[in-house]
C-alpha cells in the first residue's frame, strides 16, 4: 500500500489537531526537549499524512511495537521504516480512527509517554469500538524516533473487530 494512502486511510488527521495537549519535559534539559519535540512532531506528520516529514523523523532501525490480543492482526510488532508501513497498511485496512485526544505528555532524557483517550472502528466487523485509553512509550536518537511502544485497551478493540 503506497505510504500517503496508508496514513490516511488510518483516520489520524484529528491527531493533528490534538497535539495542543498537556506537554511537561520533566527535567527541564534540552534533550529531554528535544526528545519530546521529535516525538511530537512525529505524532503530527502521522497525523496529517505528512510522510516525507514522517520518514525524517524515524530512524532507520525504528521498532515499532503494539502491545495486545495478537488475534487482532495489528497486534505485535515492525522494525525498519519500510516493515512499519507496511504493517500502517494492515492497521489502516482494519481500524477506522474516530475520535483521539491526548491528555498528557511527559519527557524525560530520550523517554517521552503520551497518554490519552480515543475510539474507532473495525472494519471486519463495522463495530463502534466506544471509547479506550491508550498509552505510549517512545524513545528518541539523534532526532528521529527509534521506538514506538504502544499499549491500548485491546479487550474492548478486540471484541469489536470479532464481533
Known amino acids: 500500500m503506497e505510504r500517503r494512502t496508508a496514513l490516511k486511510a488510518l483516520g489520524l488527521s484529528a491527531l493533528a489537531a490534538?497535539?495542543?495537549t498537556q506537554v511537561t519535559?520533566?527535567?527541564?534539559?534540552e534533550d529531554t526537549k528535544a526528545s519530546l519535540e521529535t516525538v511530537m512532531a512525529f505524532m503530527?506528520?502521522?497525523?496529517?499524512?505528512?510522510?516525507?516529514?514522517m520518514?525524517?523523523?524515524?530512524?532507520?532501525?525504528?521498532?515499532?511495537?503494539?502491545?495486545?490480543?495478537?488475534?487482532?492482526?495489528?497486534?505485535?510488532?515492525?522494525e525498519g521504516k519500510e516493515a512499519i508501513f507496511e504493517f500502517l497498511g494492515v492497521f489502516s485496512s482494519n481500524f477506522e480512527t474516530t475520535m483521539w485526544e491526548n491528555t498528557?505528555?511527559?519527557?524525560?532524557?530520550?523517554?517521552?509517554?503520551?497518554?490519552?483517550?480515543?475510539?474507532?472502528?473495525?472494519?471486519?466487523?463495522?463495530?463502534?469500538?466506544?471509547?479506550?485509553?491508550?498509552?505510549?512509550?517512545?524513545?528518541v536518537r539523534d532526532g528521529q524516533v527509534v521506538l514506538w511502544h504502544w499499549f491500548e485497551d485491546s479487550f474492548a478493540v478486540?471484541?469489536?473487530?470479532?464481533g
Do not use: C
Not at 525524517?56 to 495489528?74: F, I, K
Not at 511527559?106 to 483517550?117: E, I, L, M, P, R
Open 44 to 53: 503530527g506528520a502521522m497525523g496529517s499524512g505528512d510522510m516525507e516529514s
Open 18 to 20: 490534538a497535539l495542543g
Open 55 to 78: 520518514t525524517n523523523l524515524m530512524a532507520d532501525d525504528m521498532v515499532w511495537h503494539n502491545e495486545g490480543d495478537t488475534t487482532l492482526p495489528w497486534v505485535g510488532g515492525a
Open 104 to 139: 498528557d505528555a511527559f519527557a524525560s532524557g530520550d523517554t517521552v509517554a503520551v497518554f490519552g483517550k480515543m475510539n474507532g472502528k473495525t472494519t471486519k466487523s463495522g463495530k463502534d469500538i466506544g471509547e479506550f485509553t491508550f498509552a505510549m512509550r517512545a524513545k
Open 25 to 29: 519535559a520533566a527535567d527541564g534539559n
Open 158 to 162: 478486540s471484541q469489536a473487530y470479532h
